[in-house]
Structure formats: C-alpha cells, structure tokens
C-alpha cells in the first residue's frame, strides 16, 4: 500500500451507510487480508488527517459491506498509549500508511508527525506505529530514527509499505532528511524490527514513495521520486528498486526537465501483461498544466521509454492550462471489469467558464496498448447527474481514488472537493453518475491503496 497526504482537513462522516458487523480476529489469526482493516471485521477502514487537535489527529471512519460506515475513531498524541504529546505544528497524521505489521491479523497505522521536535532539534520528525484490534486502533510504538539526528530532517516525509524482501513479513519505507529508509518487517509493539536498508545516491533527494510489483517476482518494488541535482540543474526523477533479500537499485526513470517535481503514482498493469506499470503525475509540469508520464513494466523492471499523457492527448477532454495541476492526484482501479486497470487523474485548478479551481477528474482507460485517451471519461460538479455546482476554489479532484466499494467487481470513482466528497459508481460501461453518493469533505483521502 502506498502512504497517503492530507489535502484538506476534515470530520469524515457518510450518511445512510450501514454500521459494520463487529468481528473479534482470534490471537492466532493470520495476517490481515487488508492492511486497513484495523478492527478485523474483514472490511477496509479509512484514516484521514483531523485537525482536532493543535498537533493533528487521525479520523478513523470503519468500513462496511457498501464502504464508509458511520462508526468513527480519533486518535492524536494525547491518546492513551500513544507516544508523544500533542504539540502545535507537530503535523501528525498528516502522512499515513497501513499495514498489518506484527501479523496479528488487525491491520496497524503507519503515522508521520513531520513537525516533531525532539530533543531540542526542531522538526525532525518522527514515525509512529498505531496498534489494531478489535476496537480499532489502541496504543502506538515509535518507529527507532535511523537518520542522522538533525533539525528540519522531517522523518515520515513520505511512507510506503509493502513485501520488499518477499518473506511474507510487511516492510516500512520511509522518507527521512532526503534518504529512503526500507524498515523489515516484523515491526512489533516493542519497537523491534528487522534490518533497514538505507537507499541513497549521489545528488538525489527522495521526496514520494511509490510501493508495487512490477516484474512477476512475487517481491514488492519500490519507485522513488525525487529530485536529481546535477550542478544548478535540477530535473524530477523516479528511481526503480527491485524488491529481493537485497534491495537492488535500479535504473533511473526521468519524469521532467526543470524544477517542476514529482508528485503522487502508482503501479499497475493498465495492459494486462502481468506486468505493474508506473504512473507518476507531475503537476507541475510547463507551468503547472500537469501531465502524467507512464512507464510499461517488464521481466527486468520499467521499460527505458514512457508514454505521457496530458489534457492534449487524444481523446482526453479539455486542454492543457496554466495551473490546472493535472496530475496532482492520481489512482488506479478497473472501473469496467475488463481486467485491465483504468486510471483516475484528477485536475483540481480546472478553470470551467468563469469559475477559477473548479476542479474535475479524468478516468483513462485501460486496454492492451495500455492507457490511451479513448474513451475516457470527465467529471465536474456541472456533469449531466453530478449534485451540486461549479463553485471557486471547490478544487474537486483535489483527491481521486478507485475502489470497489460496494463489492461489485467494478471500481467506484471517488473525488473530493473543498464542498464535498462524491462517489460516482463502476459499472460494465464505466463510471456512471446514477445514484451519485453524497459524503463530508476531506473523507476520500482516508483511502489507502
């Protein structure tokens, strides 16, 4: 599963969904199927960043049959066994990442607090584990720093989690003073974990993490995007490891020239080869008109060309403008049941009439060549059954995500906005707008793929 940011802070809360069936997990469960289901029940929760708190907060919104319930949870550093004290500007919760990772059968929180001080040091940042259970989430364990101790190192920048090494035990990647550091699992209450990997290289500073498989090992890979120096010259790079008992640096993937950066990705296989694919958006890209670069996977990892998409491409609605920001928030899911993966872009700095940051969100679809424009679909608030209106600064699509929600072997399309979350559901044609679900602000990014 790859971490999730806080776009926009928020009391996640769905109306008119069932509450979950509460199930106990036994001592001697296996690992959970869903690193996020925290209190075993079988369906996947939702943890978003709240600002209750001067510190930040976690709002756990628990899943059911039909996705968010109405049962929620908070969590923030005042918490009874939490480590820590809720201080202001310490920015927890803000980066997030689940998993299962003492393998008890209860999915476990992965929590950045960016802004920690510690020690003196201002924002060195710090990781936090919060435990699962049959409750939710209880207690947590510091995550041990294994950076230099420096001020404004800001640990947690990113998170990522997955199988890296192929054990079965679930791995910790996490963004600290520029470097990756991969934690092996098991990581337990104790604070014990296996060995860390750092991951660094000349002139290179890590900023996203992306987890995944791409070449068919069974092992998780990890692509880091960041920023590669070369003198004054500063281009965005995405940097392919390979998963295995030793994490092999791979080859290095340009995203863009210039100062723009990287932003959010994912893998998968959008042309059904058995192969992740890497998609990685850069909404910064040609003054911040955005685009998302796509490299195929293969038997050795990414190919060395890639395919970019933008609002020009063919069959793709729109045109590239400054700041729509194409790209800033990216997911992938099959919406249509085709068995290829199809992928949600969303485009929050859509100017739509007179209507500055109006927001929308594309789904491209998938298919043997791999994504294309055909037949893809636009969204906005003034979409033929989308509620509501086009409204300024509404940035819908400031979060999108693809998720099969209600069981149904589509994936649902669901996009936040500064008035309110919606989820528009898969179906055999693709996303459709009938019976469009209605939720709070701020809960779509409580999704962690």
């Known amino acids: 599963m790859r971490r999730t940011r806080a776009l926009l802070p928020a009391l996640p809360l769905v109306a008119g969904l069932l509450t979950p069936l509460l199930l106990t997990a036994p001592a001697s469960a296996a690992p959970a199927v869903h690193g996020d289901d925290f209190d075993g029940d079988g369906y996947r929760d939702y943890a978003v960043a709240s600002y209750d708190s001067e510190g930040g907060g976690i709002r756990v919104t628990f899943g059911t049959a039909t996705g968010p319930g109405t049962r929620t949870q908070y969590v923030d550093q005042s ?10 500007d310490d920015m927890f919760g803000e980066i997030r990442a689940a998993a299962d990772f003492d393998g008890d059968g209860y999915g476990d929180l992965a929590v950045a607090a960016r802004g920690e001080d510690v020690d003196g040091r201002k924002d060195q940042g710090a990781v936090t584990v919060l435990w699962g259970g049959p409750k939710g989430l209880k207690g947590g364990t510091t995550l041990p720093d294994k950076a230099p101790k420096q001020s404004y190192g800001y640990m947690g920048d990113d998170l990522a989690t997955g199988d890296f090494n192929g054990d079965g035990k679930q791995d910790l990647a996490v963004v600290n003073a520029g470097k990756t550091y991969v934690y092996r699992g098991p990581i337990t209450r104790s604070g014990t974990t296996g060995s860390v990997t750092t991951l660094d290289r000349t002139g290179f500073d890590s900023s996203h993490l992306i987890a995944g498989k791409v070449d068919r090992d069974g092992r998780t890979d990890l692509v880091i995007v960041g920023a590669a120096f070369s003198g004054s010259r500063q281009t965005a790079d995405a940097w392919f490891i390979k998963g295995g008992t030793t994490l092999t640096p791979g080859k290095s993937l340009q995203v863009n020239s210039g100062d723009e950066g990287g932003g959010d990705g994912v893998i998968a296989d959008f042309d059904k080869d058995g192969y992740g694919d890497v ?22 990892g990414p190919s060395s060309t890639s395919a970019r998409i933008t609002q020009s491409t063919s069959g793709v609605a729109g045109s590239p403008e400054h700041d729509d920001a194409f790209g800033d928030s990216v997911s992938a899911g099959d919406v249509n049941g085709d068995g290829y993966q199809d992928l949600a872009v969303g485009v929050y700095g859509e100017k739509i009439g007179d209507v500055e940051y109006a927001g929308g969100v594309h789904v491209l679809r998938g298919g043997a060549p791999g994504l294309t424009g ?20 509404d940035s819908f699509g400031g979060t999108v995500r693809l998720r099969d929600t209600d069981r149904d072997g589509h994936a649902d399309l669901w996009v936040d906005g500064m008035y309110g979350s919606l989820r528009l559901s898969g179906t055999t044609s693709g996303i459709t707008t009938t019976g469009v679900l209605k939720a709070d602000s701020g809960l779509v990014d409580g999704f962690l793929q």
């Not at 990685?280 to 050795?300: E, I, Q």
Request: glycine share 20%.
């Open 374 to 393: 055909k037949n893809s679909q636009w969204f906005a608030r003034n979409s033929p059954g989308v509620p509501g209106g086009l409204e300024t600064d």
């Open 279 to 300: 998609a990685v958006g850069t909404p910064g890209w040609s003054g911040y008109k955005g685009r998302v670069t796509v490299w195929y996977g293969s038997s050795t």
């Open 79 to 88: 918490s009874t066994g939490v480590p820590g004290a809720d201080e202001t």
